[in-house]
C-alpha cells in the first residue's frame, strides 16, 4: 500500500512499491492524460510534477512519491479552469496528433514557474527531454513564450 | 456485410457505441451529443435529422459530421466539419465530429476500403462531404418552405437558421430536424462558387485542440473497458522467427499476472495492469526458431543493393537516353532503413465475444482491422465492430494494423477485453520500415548546358508487393518511384527503372513514401547538373518548368520569400528543393551550417500549392510538421541490422528530432482555385535535398548519403 496525493486528492493505492507512478496513475488511478511514450526516459510523455518538480513518471516508483504530492495534466489547473500555458497552447493551435502534450505542458509549467521569462536558449533546454513526432516545437516554444508574456503582465 | 447500410442499422449503429462508451469513458460535458474528447458518435436523440451517413441534426441544433478518416494530427476532422458546415450553412459552433465505424458507407474510392492515407483524405472526401451538407441544407429549407406554405426557392439558410425574408419567417435547423426528416432526399443539389464559402479557406480553429491540452482526448492506449486485462506479446527477435518453446515460470510468479501462452505473433503475457504485464514480459525466457533471415545484415543489403541496379527493369520510358550526347553525370544515392516512432506506441484493445467483436484502435485501416477480426473469429464483418479512436502519430505506421491482431487473439483465447500495448523497443524492433534504397541517377546536358537526358534507377523492397499486390506488376511497384518518375521537369529523354531488393526485412510506406527517399536524389542530382552546367540552381530548374506552372510558380515563391542567393552569416549557406506530393507542389530553402558531422537548420522557408486551402493554418502547421518529420528522418536516424536483429532499440539509440534542433518553418500558402489535393506530407521529402545542397555550399562536399551524421563522418 502506497498513500500519497495525486491532483491534490488523498489515494492509498494498493500496487507493488516498484510500480512506476505513470502505471499507478493510468491503469490504478485511471488518470490518462499521462502517456507512456518510451519507459526509459526519454521522450517525456509521462512528464508529471513530483511536489512541484518535473519528472518523467515512467521510471519514477510510486514509492518515490509516497506522501508526496503528485500533479498530473488533469490537476495543472483547477477543474473547470485553465491553465496559462493550456490557453496559449489553444491560441497557438500548438497539438497536431496531441499525444505528447501533457507532457510538454507539463515540463513547460516546470519551467515558467522556476523561470517566470524563459530565454529562447532555456526554453530549448528545459523542453528537449520532450519529443514531439508530429514536430511542434516551433509552436510549443511560442506557447510557453506567450504564457510567459502574458503571466508576467497578469 | 454486403450492400450498403441503411438509416436504421446507421442509428442502430450510433447508438449502441455512444451506450457502450459511456460505460468507460466520462463524457465531461454531460451531453449525449457526440463527444469530442473520445470521437464516439454518442446517443441518438429522438428528432433527429440524419439525411446520410455523413451528418446528423439534433434538435438541440448539435451538427455531428462523421469522420471517416483516422485523426492522427493532420487535422481532417476539423478539415472535414468545416467542409460540410460550410455547404451546410452551419455555425462551425455547433459541430462536432465522431469517427466513423468500418462500414461500406464510409469506403473510400481510391483505396476501396477506409483507410487513411497518401495524402487522399481531403481531395477524397472533399466532394462527398460538401453534397451531404448541401443536400442537408436543401431538406431544411424545403422542410421549412413546407411548414410556412412557401415556394423553397424563396427561403435561405445561413448560420444555421432558415429564413423566408417576404414574412420574416425563421426557423433553427434544430427546430426542423423532425420534419426535415420527412423530405424526400433531393438529388444533384448544387454546390456554392467558391466566393460563396464561408468557412472554407478561412481560419477555424481545431476542434480537438481544447481537448488535447488537457489529458482528455483519448488515445487507443486510453481505452478502457470494463472487465479488461493488459498484455504484452514477446516477439521474435528475427523477423519471420517462431516460438520453439517458452519457460513462464518466472513471468508467472509476478504479482498480477494471469496466464502466458502462446499465440501466432509470439508469445502472450496477461496481466491485471500494463506493469505487471511488462514485467512478466521480460521475464518470459523463450527459445526462437529464428527462420530464413537469422543472418541478415544492412551492411551486405547494401552491397546487394548496389549490385542489383544492373539488373533494374525499364518502368517508364520517355524518348531515348541514348539517342544524346554531352556530357554525363552519374550519382549514386543511399539511405537507410527507417522505422516511424509515433509517440502512441503500437496497441489495440479487443473484446471477443460469442455474439461479435469490438475492436479499439488507434488506426489508419479500419477495413483491414476488421478483416484481420473476422479471420481470427470466424465472425462476418457485421459482427465485427470496429472503433477508431484519436491516433498518437500515423506517419505510415498505421496502415498496418498487427497490433489488433494480438489483442483479438488473446482476447478470444482468454474470454475477456484485452489491451494490448507494446513496449517501445518493439515498436523500434518490429515495425514495417522505409525500405533501405540505392538511387542510381545519370543525366547529359548538351553544350549549352541544358539537361537532354535522364536515367533514374531505384533499389528498394517493394511496399506494394505486400500491402497492395495488384499494383505490383511484372517486378514494378509504381509507388516504389514516387518522387522519381512523376518529375515536373521537362526532359526530353528519360529512363525510370526499378528492381525491388527482395530482403526479407518487413517495409512499409513513411510519410511521403518513397517520394521521401527518391526526391532526394532528384533534388541533389539536379544541383549536381546545374553546378556542372555553371547555372544558378534556381534558373536551372525553371528551365526545366515551363510545362509545370504550377511547380515554377513555389519554387520563385520560396526563393523569393527566404531571399535565395543573398549573402549569408559567415558558416552559413541555403539548399533549395522542389517536391511533388499527393497531387501538391512544394519547394522549399533550407539555412544551413555544420557543427561537426551534425548539421543545423536554422530556417526553412516553404512555399506550398495543394490547390482549394481549406484550412490555413492547418496547411501551415502540417507543413511544419512534415518538414520536421523530413529532417529527423535525414539528420542521424538510421536503423540497421546484424544477425537478422536490428540493432537500435529506443529514443536514446534510434534519434528523433527535438526541440534544441527543430527550425522554424516560414510558409507561404499560395493561393488557388484548383481541387483541393494533400498537405500532410508534402514537406517531408525537401528538407533533405536542400540541406545536402547547402552543405556543399558550405565545404564543397557532395552528400549523396543519408542519414547526414553518417555522410559527414
Given at each position: 500500500?502506497?498513500?500519497?496525493?495525486?491532483?491534490?486528492v488523498?489515494h492509498?493505492?494498493?500496487v507493488?512499491?516498484?510500480?512506476?507512478?505513470?502505471?499507478?496513475?493510468?491503469?490504478?488511478v485511471?488518470?490518462?492524460?499521462?502517456?507512456?511514450g518510451?519507459g526509459?526516459?526519454?521522450c517525456g510523455?509521462?512528464?508529471?510534477?513530483?511536489?512541484?518538480?518535473?519528472?518523467r513518471?515512467?521510471?519514477?516508483p510510486?514509492?518515490?512519491?509516497?506522501?508526496r504530492?503528485?500533479?498530473?495534466?488533469?490537476?495543472?489547473a483547477p477543474e473547470?479552469?485553465?491553465?496559462?500555458?493550456?490557453?496559449?497552447?489553444?491560441?497557438?493551435q500548438?497539438?497536431?496528433?496531441?499525444?505528447?502534450?501533457?507532457g510538454?505542458i507539463?515540463?513547460?509549467?516546470?519551467?515558467i514557474?522556476?523561470?517566470?521569462?524563459?530565454s529562447?536558449?532555456?526554453?530549448?533546454a528545459?523542453?528537449?527531454g520532450n519529443i514531439?513526432?508530429?514536430?511542434?516545437?516551433?509552436?510549443?516554444?511560442?506557447?510557453?513564450?506567450?504564457?510567459a508574456?502574458?503571466?508576467?503582465?497578469a | 456485410?454486403?450492400?450498403?447500410l441503411n438509416r436504421?442499422?446507421?442509428?442502430?449503429y450510433?447508438?449502441?457505441l455512444g451506450a457502450g462508451?459511456?460505460?468507460?469513458?466520462?463524457?465531461?460535458?454531460?451531453?449525449?451529443?457526440?463527444?469530442?474528447?473520445t470521437g464516439?458518435a454518442?446517443?441518438?436523440?429522438?428528432?433527429e435529422?440524419?439525411?446520410n451517413?455523413?451528418?446528423?441534426?439534433a434538435p438541440?441544433?448539435?451538427?455531428?459530421v462523421?469522420?471517416?478518416?483516422?485523426?492522427?494530427?493532420q487535422?481532417?476532422?476539423?478539415?472535414?466539419c468545416t467542409?460540410?458546415?460550410d455547404?451546410l450553412?452551419?455555425p462551425?459552433?455547433?459541430?462536432r465530429y465522431?469517427?466513423a465505424?468500418?462500414?461500406?458507407?464510409?469506403?473510400?474510392?481510391?483505396?476501396?476500403?477506409?483507410?487513411?492515407?497518401?495524402s487522399?483524405?481531403t481531395?477524397?472526401s472533399?466532394m462527398?462531404?460538401r453534397?451531404a451538407?448541401a443536400?442537408a441544407?436543401?431538406?431544411l429549407?424545403?422542410?421549412?418552405?413546407k411548414?410556412w406554405?412557401?415556394d423553397?426557392?424563396?427561403?435561405t439558410?445561413?448560420?444555421?437558421?432558415?429564413?423566408?425574408?417576404a414574412?420574416?419567417?425563421?426557423?433553427?435547423?434544430?427546430?426542423l430536424?423532425?420534419?426535415a426528416?420527412?423530405?424526400?432526399?433531393?438529388?444533384?443539389?448544387?454546390?456554392?462558387?467558391?466566393?460563396?464559402?464561408?468557412?472554407?479557406?478561412?481560419?477555424?480553429?481545431?476542434?480537438?485542440?481544447?481537448?488535447?491540452?488537457?489529458?482528455?482526448?483519448?488515445?487507443?492506449i486510453?481505452?478502457?473497458?470494463?472487465?479488461?486485462v493488459?498484455?504484452?506479446?514477446?516477439?521474435?527477435?528475427?523477423?519471420?522467427?517462431?516460438?520453439?518453446h517458452?519457460d513462464?515460470?518466472?513471468?508467472?510468479?509476478?504479482?498480477?499476472?494471469i496466464?502466458?501462452?502462446?499465440?501466432?505473433?509470439?508469445?502472450a503475457?496477461?496481466?491485471k495492469n500494463?506493469?505487471?504485464a511488462?514485467?512478466?514480459?521480460?521475464a518470459?525466457h523463450?527459445?526462437?526458431?529464428d527462420?530464413?533471415?537469422?543472418h541478415?545484415?544492412?551492411?551486405?543489403?547494401?552491397?546487394q543493393a548496389?549490385?542489383l541496379?544492373?539488373?533494374?527493369?525499364v518502368?517508364k520510358?520517355v524518348?531515348d537516353?541514348?539517342?544524346v550526347?554531352g556530357?554525363?553525370?552519374?550519382s549514386t544515392?543511399?539511405?537507410?532503413?527507417?522505422?516511424?516512432?509515433?509517440m502512441?506506441?503500437?496497441n489495440a484493445?479487443?473484446?471477443?465475444?460469442?455474439?461479435g467483436?469490438?475492436?479499439w484502435?488507434?488506426?489508419?485501416?479500419?477495413?483491414?482491422?476488421?478483416?484481420?477480426a473476422?479471420?481470427?473469429t470466424?465472425?462476418?464483418?457485421?459482427k465485427?465492430?470496429?472503433?477508431t479512436t484519436y491516433?498518437?502519430?500515423g506517419?505510415g505506421?498505421?496502415?498496418?494494423?498487427?497490433?489488433?491482431?494480438?489483442?483479438?487473439?488473446?482476447s478470444k483465447?482468454?474470454?475477456?477485453?484485452?489491451k494490448?500495448?507494446?513496449?517501445?523497443?518493439?515498436?523500434?524492433q518490429?515495425?514495417?520500415?522505409?525500405?533501405?534504397?540505392?538511387?542510381?541517377?545519370?543525366?547529359t546536358?548538351?553544350a549549352?548546358?541544358?539537361l537532354?537526358a535522364l536515367?533514374?534507377?531505384?533499389?528498394?523492397?517493394?511496399?506494394a508487393?505486400?500491402?497492395?499486390?495488384?499494383l505490383?506488376?511484372?517486378?514494378?511497384?509504381p509507388?516504389?518511384?514516387?518522387?522519381?518518375?512523376?518529375?515536373?521537369?521537362?526532359v526530353?529523354?528519360m529512363?525510370?527503372?526499378?528492381?525491388d531488393?527482395?530482403s526479407g526485412?518487413?517495409?512499409?510506406?513513411?510519410?511521403?513514401?518513397a517520394a521521401?527517399?527518391?526526391?532526394?536524389?532528384?533534388?541533389?542530382?539536379?544541383d549536381?547538373l546545374a553546378?556542372?552546367?555553371?547555372?544558378?540552381?534556381v534558373a536551372?530548374?525553371?528551365?526545366?518548368l515551363?510545362?509545370?506552372p504550377r511547380?515554377?510558380?513555389?519554387?520563385?515563391a520560396?526563393?523569393?520569400a527566404a531571399?535565395?542567393g543573398?549573402?549569408?552569416?559567415?558558416?552559413?549557406?541555403?539548399?533549395?528543393?522542389?517536391?511533388?506530393w499527393?497531387?501538391?507542389?512544394?519547394?522549399?530553402?533550407?539555412?544551413?551550417?555544420?557543427?561537426?558531422?551534425d548539421?543545423?537548420?536554422h530556417r526553412t522557408v516553404?512555399?506550398?500549392d495543394?490547390?482549394?486551402?481549406?484550412n490555413?493554418?492547418?496547411?501551415?502547421?502540417q507543413?511544419?510538421?512534415?518538414v520536421?518529420?523530413?529532417?529527423?528522418m535525414?539528420?542521424s536516424?538510421?536503423?540497421?541490422?546484424?544477425?537478422?536483429?536490428v540493432?537500435?532499440?529506443?529514443?536514446?539509440?534510434?534519434t528523433?528530432?527535438?526541440?534544441?534542433d527543430?527550425p522554424?518553418?516560414?510558409?507561404?500558402v499560395m493561393?488557388?482555385?484548383e481541387?483541393?489535393?494533400?498537405?500532410?506530407?508534402?514537406g517531408?521529402?525537401p528538407i533533405?535535398?536542400?540541406?545536402?545542397?547547402?552543405?556543399?555550399?558550405?565545404?564543397g562536399?557532395?552528400i549523396?548519403k543519408?542519414?547526414f551524421?553518417?555522410?559527414?563522418?
Open positions: 500500500m502506497v498513500a500519497l496525493y495525486i491532483n491534490g488523498h492509498e493505492l494498493d507493488s512499491p516498484e510500480m512506476p507512478i505513470l502505471w499507478a496513475v493510468r491503469d490504478v485511471g488518470l490518462t492524460g499521462t502517456k507512456f518510451c526509459v526516459a526519454a510523455a509521462c512528464t508529471v510534477h513530483l511536489d512541484g518538480k518535473a519528472i513518471s515512467c521510471v519514477t510510486v514509492s518515490a512519491a509516497a506522501g504530492h503528485v500533479t498530473t495534466i488533469e490537476g495543472l473547470g479552469k485553465e491553465h496559462p500555458l493550456q490557453a496559449a497552447w489553444v491560441e497557438d500548438v497539438p497536431q496528433c496531441g499525444y505528447c502534450q501533457s510538454q507539463m515540463s513547460a509549467a516546470a519551467l514557474k522556476k523561470t517566470p521569462n524563459p529562447d536558449k532555456e526554453i530549448e528545459a523542453m528537449s514531439c513526432r508530429c514536430g511542434c516545437y516551433e509552436r510549443i516554444n511560442s506557447a510557453i513564450r506567450r504564457a508574456h502574458e503571466t508576467a503582465n | 456485410m454486403s450492400g450498403t436504421t442499422d446507421f442509428l442502430a450510433t447508438g449502441r462508451l459511456c460505460i468507460a469513458l466520462s463524457l465531461p460535458l454531460g451531453t449525449k451529443a457526440a463527444d469530442l474528447a464516439a454518442g446517443t441518438t436523440p429522438a428528432g435529422f440524419a439525411p451517413a455523413w451528418v446528423r441534426i438541440d441544433e448539435t451538427v455531428t462523421m469522420v471517416s478518416k483516422s485523426e492522427m494530427g487535422g481532417i476532422a476539423t478539415g472535414f467542409i460540410l458546415a455547404e450553412d452551419a462551425i459552433a455547433n459541430v465522431a469517427f465505424p468500418a462500414s461500406p458507407e464510409y469506403v473510400d474510392a481510391f483505396f476501396g476500403d477506409m483507410t487513411t492515407g497518401g487522399t483524405s481531395p477524397d472533399w462527398p462531404l453534397q451538407g443536400t441544407r436543401a431538406m429549407v424545403a422542410a421549412a418552405a411548414q406554405s412557401v423553397p426557392a424563396t427561403c439558410a445561413a448560420n444555421g437558421v432558415v429564413t423566408h425574408a414574412s420574416s419567417k425563421t426557423a433553427t435547423y434544430g427546430s430536424a423532425s420534419a426528416s420527412q423530405i424526400a432526399v433531393p438529388k444533384d443539389v448544387p454546390l456554392k462558387t467558391p466566393d460563396r464559402f464561408t468557412l472554407i479557406g478561412k481560419h477555424v480553429a481545431r476542434l480537438d485542440t481544447p481537448f488535447k491540452v488537457n489529458g482528455k482526448a483519448k488515445y487507443g486510453d481505452t478502457v473497458v470494463p472487465g479488461m493488459h498484455a504484452s506479446v514477446v516477439r521474435s527477435p528475427v523477423f519471420g522467427g517462431s516460438v520453439s517458452f513462464a515460470t518466472k513471468a508467472k510468479a509476478i504479482n498480477g499476472v496466464d502466458v501462452f502462446a499465440i501466432s505473433s509470439g508469445v503475457v496477461v496481466a500494463t506493469w505487471a511488462r514485467q512478466a514480459h521480460d518470459v523463450v527459445a526462437w526458431n527462420g530464413p533471415n537469422a541478415v545484415n544492412s551492411k551486405v543489403l547494401l552491397e548496389h549490385a541496379v544492373a539488373t533494374a527493369k518502368a520510358k524518348g537516353v541514348t539517342s550526347h556530357t554525363t553525370l552519374k544515392f543511399e539511405t537507410p532503413f527507417l522505422a516511424h516512432a509515433p502512441e506506441p503500437m484493445t479487443a473484446d471477443v465475444r460469442a455474439d467483436v469490438e475492436v484502435a488507434p488506426t489508419q485501416v479500419q477495413t483491414r482491422s476488421q478483416q484481420i473476422m479471420a481470427i470466424g465472425l462476418p464483418a457485421n465485427v465492430q470496429v472503433h491516433l498518437g502519430g506517419f505506421r498505421r496502415l498496418d494494423a498487427d497490433y489488433v491482431g494480438d489483442a483479438v487473439e488473446i483465447k482468454i474470454g475477456k477485453p484485452v494490448v500495448t507494446w513496449p517501445r523497443e518493439q515498436d523500434i518490429h515495425d514495417f520500415y522505409r525500405p533501405m534504397s540505392v538511387n542510381a541517377v545519370t543525366g546536358l548538351d549549352s548546358g541544358n537532354v536515367s533514374h534507377t531505384v533499389v528498394a523492397d517493394s511496399v508487393k505486400r500491402w497492395a499486390p495488384p505490383f506488376k511484372d517486378g514494378i511497384d509507388l516504389a518511384l514516387d518522387g522519381a518518375w512523376n518529375t515536373p521537369y521537362d526530353a529523354n529512363d525510370y527503372r526499378y528492381v531488393q527482395n526485412v518487413p517495409v512499409g510506406f513513411m510519410r511521403a513514401p521521401n527517399v527518391n526526391t532526394f536524389a532528384t533534388e541533389v542530382f539536379m549536381e553546378h556542372a552546367a555553371h547555372k544558378d540552381p536551372f530548374r525553371l528551365a526545366l515551363s510545362k509545370a511547380a515554377a510558380a513555389v519554387l520563385q520560396a526563393a523569393k531571399g535565395y543573398k549573402k549569408m552569416p559567415a558558416g552559413q549557406a541555403q539548399g533549395i528543393a522542389l517536391c511533388l499527393g497531387g501538391s507542389y512544394g519547394a522549399l530553402v533550407a539555412d544551413v551550417s555544420l557543427n561537426g558531422t548539421v543545423v537548420v516553404m512555399a506550398v495543394c490547390g482549394t486551402v481549406i490555413p493554418d492547418i496547411v501551415r502547421m507543413t511544419q510538421g512534415a520536421n518529420y523530413g529532417l529527423a535525414a539528420r536516424a538510421k536503423i540497421t541490422l546484424a544477425n537478422g536483429r540493432s537500435q532499440t529506443n529514443f536514446y539509440d534510434y528523433v528530432l527535438r526541440n534544441a527543430a522554424p518553418t516560414h510558409v507561404i493561393p488557388s482555385t481541387k483541393p489535393s494533400g498537405i500532410g506530407e508534402l517531408t521529402p533533405a535535398p536542400a540541406i545536402a545542397n547547402a552543405v556543399f555550399k558550405l565545404n562536399k557532395r549523396r543519408l542519414p551524421s553518417d555522410a559527414l563522418a
